[in-house]
């Protein structure tokens, strides 16, 4: 008996579109340029990223530096940090300076007898009270200076956001050329901007 299994064809049923055959589409003539790889597709988000100004400042209002990792700029964070460490570090010196010489200051206007705290013989009771104003102006100094480096984290965090992808090519240029005029022709200032490219 004949083996009749090698003459049955079997319909391809995926691709049966009005009886026609499915569509080669020939990718040799796809120019390499218009070929996108995964990798070029996340190059490409990435350079499109542009972050929200104001959520950028309110991350770094929370929590400094958290708008910096929000804009991607990781190299900031550690700078902050080495910052707020500094900070912390004059301000713990300063008022633990501030509260010796104010305790040996007080001690001696307080008593009558002859003073016992650890700094007879080194400093007067005027030169006492010199220091703690001094200790107490530097406190002053460490907590503005904390504060405006608080404030300017989050104002570079907020300007950072709205140039994230302002153009910094050559393209931008500025020369001088005749231009027409109302009045005639003259000599103006012409500047070539590119414009940020639509998301």
Same mark, same amino acid.
């Given at each position: !008996?004949?083996?009749?299994?090698?003459?049955?064809?079997? %319909?391809?049923?995926l691709?049966?579109?009005?009886?026609?055959?499915? %569509?080669?589409?020939?990718t040799?003539?796809?120019?390499a340029? #218009?070929? !996108?790889?995964?990798?070029d597709?996340? %190059?490409?988000? +990435?350079?499109?990223? @542009?972050?929200?100004? #104001?959520k950028?400042? &309110?991350?770094?209002?929370?929590?400094p530096?958290?708008? @910096? &990792?929000y804009? /991607?700029?990781?190299?900031?964070?550690?700078?902050?940090?080495?910052?707020i460490g500094?900070?912390?570090?004059?301000?713990?010196?300063?008022?633990?300076n501030?509260?010796?010489?104010?305790? %040996?200051?007080?001690?001696r206007?307080?008593?009558?007898a002859?003073?016992t705290? #650890?700094?007879?013989?080194?400093y007067?009771t005027?030169?006492?009270?010199?220091?703690?104003?001094?200790?107490n102006?530097?406190?002053d &100094?460490t907590?503005?200076?904390?504060? +405006?480096?608080?404030?300017?984290q989050?104002?570079?965090?907020?300007?950072?956001?709205? +140039?994230?992808?302002?153009?910094?090519?050559?393209?931008?240029?500025m /020369?001088? /050329?005749?231009v027409?005029?109302?009045?005639?022709?003259? !000599?103006?200032?012409?500047?070539?901007? #590119?414009?940020?490219?639509s998301r």
């Amino acid at each position: !008996m004949p083996d009749t299994s090698l003459n049955n064809i079997i %319909a391809d049923t995926l691709h049966k579109v009005k009886g026609t055959p499915p %569509a080669q589409v020939d990718t040799t003539n796809i120019p390499a340029a #218009k070929v !996108m790889t995964h990798a070029d597709s996340v %190059a490409a988000k +990435l350079i499109l990223f @542009q972050p929200i100004p #104001k959520k950028s400042g &309110l991350y770094s209002a929370i929590l400094p530096g958290l708008g @910096q &990792l929000y804009n /991607r700029q990781y190299w900031k964070v550690p700078v902050i940090y080495a910052g707020i460490g500094v900070a912390g570090y004059f301000f713990i010196d300063n008022i633990k300076n501030y509260q010796d010489y104010r305790k %040996a200051y007080v001690g001696r206007l307080n008593t009558t007898a002859v003073p016992t705290d #650890k700094y007879v013989g080194i400093y007067t009771t005027s030169q006492l009270q010199q220091l703690q104003d001094d200790y107490n102006r530097y406190l002053d &100094l460490t907590v503005l200076f904390a504060g +405006l480096g608080y404030a300017v984290q989050i104002l570079d965090a907020i300007t950072f956001a709205h +140039l994230k992808n302002f153009d910094i090519s050559r393209d931008i240029s500025m /020369r001088l /050329r005749p231009v027409a005029l109302p009045t005639g022709l003259g !000599m103006g200032i012409v500047f070539s901007i #590119k414009d940020r490219p639509s998301r």
